[in-house]
Nanobody
């Protein structure tokens, strides 16, 4: 099983980037797919999750309305479209997959443990 995140780069504030998470060795339909990010000196932060039990997509409040997750028709790639980027979005972005197809814990908090992780792609937003 392999997840490969790509599409990162350097962009000015207000710009857009589209990250992709390509999966091999697993069917995306069978996995919850999440995006995380980690900025220098900070803990890893959950960003979004595509829930396969209820088909909902969840986002952290700081990216709602700016980031959109989608899945291609072939069910092999999940994308994270990032618009109106801000300097505080600067981080290494990771995609992750989990065979427990839900995104949230019983208390509604985002699930943080995933079976598989991609290698990360750097996003840098300049002011």
């Amino acid at each position: 099983v392999q997840l490969q995140a790509s599409g990162g780069g350097l962009v000015q504030a207000g710009g857009s980037l589209r990250l992709s998470c390509a999966a091999s060795g697993l069917r995306l339909d069978d996995y919850a797919i999440a995006w995380f990010r980690q900025a220098p000196g900070k803990e890893r932060e959950w960003v979004s999750c595509m829930d396969k039990t209820n088909l909902r997509i969840y986002y952290v409040d700081s990216v709602k309305g700016r980031f959109t997750v989608s899945e291609d028709n072939a069910k092999t790639t999940v994308s994270l479209q990032m618009n109106s980027l801000k300097p505080e979005d600067t981080a290494v972005y990771y995609c992750a997959a989990d065979s427990r197809q839900y995104c949230t814990n019983y208390d509604g908090s985002p699930k943080l443990n995933y079976d598989y992780w991609g290698q990360g792609t750097q996003v840098t937003v300049s002011s």
